[in-house]
């Protein structure tokens, strides 16, 4: 039965289930990004079908469901069905982007929309870690600039002994609209499966942090990265060292998720040379 409710860390599993039964490269399907922004969001979770329902209620946003992929006759259901437990919408986000070519006649009951904004940023590790080609060329000099001026910098990956000082660096280097995700993934950083990394510099100050969950067998969502915008080249440096770090998890790819429309944040992810973008969709069903 549909019966929405917080999402709580129990939930986990059952979005890992689902993101298993039918991997995804949306960073909006996993459990990390769904739990770290739910005190903003106000984040309600319900069982649909074997899927899991996931809705946004002063968004107005409910998600595609996530597990088995649906119909657009099954997604119609879907709305309709939250929609009767009195809930009110305005879209269905996160659709995948294959959904109009696979079903030809899911125009015919959604207007379908795209948004630049809402894509997110893919990297293929192999790329990332040489860091061949003009497009690069800078990241590579301020990498250089960052190890001259820092010999003897050091990294480390977040655990018992430095998740105190990962969490007072992120919450110094965060803004506004993370403090409350970063305050829930570090409270709860085992619990959701998270891994991370600190960057230092040649005085043992944290100058980077990046926390990552997976997201398939060979991908990882970046979910933060914080660096000191005065330590020129730490911002890439922490770059080379997520590659690497992941790499080693045996991951091909890196999820950097969207620019939300941001200008500055586009040009920093697009300066990165990403391999491709995934093309989330929002419908709107046209009845309910």
Same mark, same amino acid.
């Given at each position: 039965?549909?019966?929405?409710?917080?999402?709580?860390?129990?939930?986990?599993?059952?979005?890992?289930?689902?993101?298993?039964?039918?991997?995804?490269?949306?960073?909006?399907?996993?459990?990390?990004?769904?739990?770290?922004?739910?005190?903003?969001?106000?984040?309600?979770?319900?069982?649909?079908?074997?899927?899991?329902?996931?809705?946004?209620?002063?968004?107005?946003?409910?998600?595609?469901?996530?597990?088995?992929?649906? !119909?657009?006759?099954?997604?119609?259901?879907?709305?309709?069905?939250?929609?009767?437990?009195?809930?009110?919408?305005?879209?269905?986000?996160?659709?995948?982007?294959?959904?109009?070519?696979?079903?030809?006649?899911?125009?015919?009951?959604?207007?379908i929309m795209e948004n630049e904004g809402e894509f997110d940023y893919i990297f293929d590790l192999a790329n990332l870690k040489e860091m061949r080609g003009a497009i690069l060329r800078k990241k590579r000099n301020l990498i250089k600039h960052f190890e001259t001026?820092?010999? =003897?910098?050091?990294?480390?990956?977040?655990?018992?002994?430095?998740?105190?000082?990962?969490?007072?660096?992120?919450?110094?280097?965060?803004?506004?609209?993370?403090?409350?995700?970063?305050?829930?993934?570090?409270?709860?950083?085992?619990?959701?499966?998270?891994?991370?990394?600190?960057?230092?510099?040649? =005085?043992?100050?944290?100058?980077?942090?990046?926390?990552?969950?997976?997201?398939?067998?060979?991908?990882?969502?970046v979910l933060f990265e914080k660096s000191d915008k005065t330590e020129k080249g730490a911002a890439q440096m922490l770059v080379k060292l997520e590659t690497e770090f992941l790499i080693k998890q045996n991951a091909l790819y890196m999820n950097r998720e969207q620019?939300?429309?941001?200008?500055?944040?586009?040009?920093?992810?697009?300066?990165?040379?990403?391999?491709?973008?995934?093309?989330?969709? !929002?419908?709107?069903?046209?009845?309910?």
């Amino acid at each position: 039965m549909m019966i929405f409710k917080p999402i709580s860390i129990a939930d986990k599993s059952a979005f890992d289930a689902a993101e298993t039964e039918n991997p995804s490269e949306s960073s909006e399907r996993t459990f990390a990004v769904n739990y770290a922004y739910a005190e903003d969001y106000k984040t309600l979770v319900a069982p649909w079908r074997g899927r899991i329902a996931v809705l946004h209620p002063e968004k107005r946003i409910l998600h595609y469901p996530i597990g088995k992929t649906v !119909s657009p006759e099954e997604l119609l259901e879907y709305a309709r069905d939250v929609a009767t437990r009195g809930y009110t919408f305005d879209y269905i986000y996160d659709t995948p982007p294959e959904f109009p070519a696979n079903y030809p006649d899911a125009e015919k009951l959604f207007d379908i929309m795209e948004n630049e904004g809402e894509f997110d940023y893919i990297f293929d590790l192999a790329n990332l870690k040489e860091m061949r080609g003009a497009i690069l060329r800078k990241k590579r000099n301020l990498i250089k600039h960052f190890e001259t001026e820092n010999p =003897n910098w050091t990294t480390e990956d977040i655990d018992g002994g430095n998740i105190a000082q990962a969490r007072e660096f992120a919450l110094e280097t965060a803004a506004d609209f993370d403090m409350s995700a970063i305050i829930r993934c570090f409270d709860t950083f085992e619990q959701m499966g998270l891994s991370g990394l600190l960057l230092r510099d040649d =005085n043992g100050k944290i100058v980077g942090l990046s926390v990552f969950s997976r997201k398939t067998a060979d991908m990882f969502d970046v979910l933060f990265e914080k660096s000191d915008k005065t330590e020129k080249g730490a911002a890439q440096m922490l770059v080379k060292l997520e590659t690497e770090f992941l790499i080693k998890q045996n991951a091909l790819y890196m999820n950097r998720e969207q620019d939300l429309g941001e200008p500055n944040l586009r040009q920093a992810k697009k300066s990165l040379d990403p391999s491709r973008m995934y093309k989330r969709l !929002s419908v709107v069903p046209k009845m309910l």
